[in-house]
């Protein structure tokens, strides 16, 4: 199982960015994913998630700013970021859940950058 993740990169405050993660060796449908995030010197959070059946999660007031979503046929789950903030500056990691619900399988992160 691999994951790549892409999309990152800088962005004004008040923009739009979207993220990819594609995944190799597994169907996406069949396991639950989320997004999470890093910055500097705070631990890694959940930002959003999707359970196999298409339910959707998001941390606190993300839900009216991010998107989680994902194409099956493509093999990839995006983020869909707008109205980005500078508090949004972070490392960004999709994952994917084993069958217990662990996130077994990460990708290598991808690095959004706001600048105000």
């Known amino acids: 199982v691999q994951l790549q993740a892409s999309g990152g990169g800088v962005v004004q405050a008040g923009g739009s960015v979207r993220l990819s993660c594609v995944a190799s060796?597994?169907?996406?449908?069949?396991?639950?994913m989320g997004w999470f995030r890093q910055a500097p010197g705070q631990e890694r959070e959940l930002v959003a998630a999707?359970?196999?059946?298409?339910?959707?999660y998001y941390r606190g007031s993300l839900k009216r700013r991010f998107t989680i979503f994902r194409d099956i046929a493509k093999h990839t789950a995006y983020l869909q970021m707008n109205n980005v903030r500078p508090e949004d500056t972070a490392v960004y990691y999709c994952?994917?859940?084993?069958?217990?619900?662990?996130?077994?399988?990460w990708g290598q992160g991808t690095q959004v950058t706001v600048s105000s």
């Open positions: 994952a994917v859940q084993n069958m217990y619900g662990y996130y077994e399988y």
């Open positions: 060796g597994l169907t996406l449908s069949r396991y639950g």
């Open positions: 999707m359970h196999n059946s298409g339910d959707t």
